[in-house]
């Protein structure tokens, strides 16, 4: 069996659990997902800006069971927002729930399972998921 | 130096006009856009070549609908100029009208908005800049978590944000131009189909088609055109703003509206305790709670229990969304900031019917736009 591929491997790594690729300015804001064109909240550009792995870790602030949904992603689904101990707000999907969580919640980053890529190489990508155990701390 | 509204000549709204909000129809955009322009040209009592230039709000409609529209009334070669802001599309059209007529570069000029639904790309999505999941989170989601975090902040129950839809579905009721037009109940609200946590489809707007018109006057455009004066209505504040880097990243929608209406209130001299009529974008019940907040029409955590006091109806003490609002009077995008501008007028000169706030003096508008982009306009009648 092939090893999985990650589906967005410009956005989170391999690890377990995975990092985020973000990104830092030389004034001290953190970011996610890195980019180049420039820093939001100085306009820094070039060198001021470093890539920075973000802990796949930290609380939930909100989140939805959305019911319906135009585009290729099937209904429902649970997508939650992030606060990440090193500071940036992430938003994306959640799994190891099919209802909302109460706010606060402690959550921790995960790679599942989705579609094979066309030559049948399986691939994983990026979901939160409630913290458990060891996670929790 | 830079000079805001209230350094420069009085700007009034003296005419208003709409084509009624609608679910998606064979109507070309053209009828849509005439039918507003001519009730605005009526109301305001003047005739087209007075009008020196158009401001075409639109988000939807392919390139320049202007002109092709605007040359059946005339082609007196009046400067058109389109604008785009996202669903503050016609917000941003009525603030640069009014700019243009307080400068003292024009005495009469044409703020309009005019749509009809079609795909929408955000360019958002396109900046080349990936995402984890954006896809996912399609506005009503976005605000969908809002109302989750809300809930949890202030307390509220998934009901008691639902009666903000409750409320403005009444109001869109007596709205002969609202796309809804029938009152709901809690439990038919409640009752309907899921969208996205906790919002069913009657806590969602309607995103139609539509048109709304409104034209602005200096006061010797007034004169010259013999506007009858206690009909005007003064615009006193105009602010447009975007988001900035905020401490609190998840509170950007309220934020952003905390300081545009901020900045608002100080331009004119009043606070929200002097409004009397207030037109919110409700594009989703839990808005209306947040915004409330956000431009201290109550303290923070306390607008449900505002709400259910009727605080905010038509004849409590500051009427919220009187028009029905985005969830019930419709949202065709272009026309929206626009049909506000419209309803405040209305309320101000007492011409607004069953929905008619009593004494109405003092109106604000407020618009926010993906982006975040957020607009507020504050108007006065005379006297
Ligand atoms: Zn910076």
């Known amino acids: 069996m092939a090893e999985p591929r990650l589906l967005m491997p410009q956005l989170y790594d391999g690890g377990s659990p995975p990092a985020l690729q973000g990104g830092v300015c030389d004034c001290g804001h953190v970011f996610f997902p890195l980019q180049a064109y420039g820093c939001e909240r100085c306009g820094g550009h070039g060198t001021r800006l470093r890539p920075k792995r973000l802990a796949a870790r930290g609380r939930l602030v909100a989140s939805a069971v959305v019911h319906l949904h135009a585009g290729e992603r099937p209904a429902p689904f649970v997508v939650g927002a992030i606060a990440l101990d090193d500071g940036p707000v992430v938003r994306t999907l959640l799994t190891g729930t099919d209802v909302s969580l109460p706010p606060g919640c402690r959550m921790v980053g995960t790679l599942v399972p989705v579609t094979p890529a066309q030559d049948g190489t399986p691939r994983v990508d990026f979901r939160f998921a409630p913290a458990m155990g060891s996670d929790l701390s | ?383």
């Not at chain 2, 009526?42 to 939807?60: E, F, N």
Request: proline residues 4%.
């Open chain 2, 1 to 383: 130096m830079s000079r805001t509204l209230k350094d420069m000549r009085p700007v009034h709204v003296i005419g208003i006009g709409w084509h009624r909000y609608q679910f998606a129809s064979e109507t070309p955009y053209v009828e849509l856009g005439l039918t507003a322009v001519r009730a605005a040209l009526a109301d305001a009592g003047i005739p087209w070549p007075a009008v020196q230039t158009a401001y075409v709000a639109k988000a939807l409609l392919p390139m320049a609908p202007g002109r092709a529209m605007l040359r059946h009334l005339g082609a007196t070669g009046l400067e058109i100029l389109h604008v785009e802001d996202a669903s503050a599309s016609g917000s941003a059209a009525f603030r640069h009208a009014c700019l243009e007529v307080a400068s003292g570069a024009s005495d009469v000029v044409l703020a309009m908005g005019v749509d009809k639904p079609a795909r929408v790309a955000l360019a958002e999505r396109s900046t080349g800049i990936p995402s984890l999941a954006d896809d996912a989170i399609a506005p009503f989601t976005h605000f969908a978590m809002l109302a989750d975090q809300y809930a949890h902040r202030a307390g509220a129950t998934v009901e008691d944000i639902a009666l903000v839809a409750v409320k403005n579905h009444r109001n869109g009721s007596l709205n002969p131009n609202a796309q809804h037009q029938k009152a709901r109940t809690l439990a038919e609200i409640m009752g309907g189909k899921a969208i996205s946590g906790a919002f069913t489809s009657l806590q969602c707007t309607p995103v139609g088609e539509g048109a709304a018109a409104v034209i602005l006057a200096s006061d010797d455009g007034i004169r010259a055109l013999g506007v009858d004066p206690a009909r005007a209505i003064q615009v006193v504040a105009s602010v447009g703003r975007s988001q900035r880097v905020y401490e609190d990243a998840t509170r950007f929608d309220a934020l952003l509206t905390s300081e545009t209406a901020g900045l608002a209130f100080a331009q004119s001299g009043l606070t929200a305790a002097d409004l009397d009529v207030v037109e919110l974008h409700d594009a989703f019940t839990v808005e209306e709670l947040e915004y409330v907040e956000a431009m201290s029409l109550c303290a923070e955590g306390d607008a449900v229990r505002q709400l259910k006091a009727g605080a905010f109806d038509i004849g409590g003490r500051c009427a919220v969304n009187p028009s029905g609002g985005l969830i019930a009077m419709g949202h065709p995008i272009g026309p929206t900031g626009i049909g506000q501008i419209g309803e405040i007028v209305l309320q101000l000169r007492g011409e607004a019917g069953a929905r008619q706030q009593p004494g109405a003096r003092t109106g604000l508008a407020h618009m926010v736009g993906i982006g975040a982009v957020c607009y507020v306009h504050i108007l006065q009648r005379p006297g």
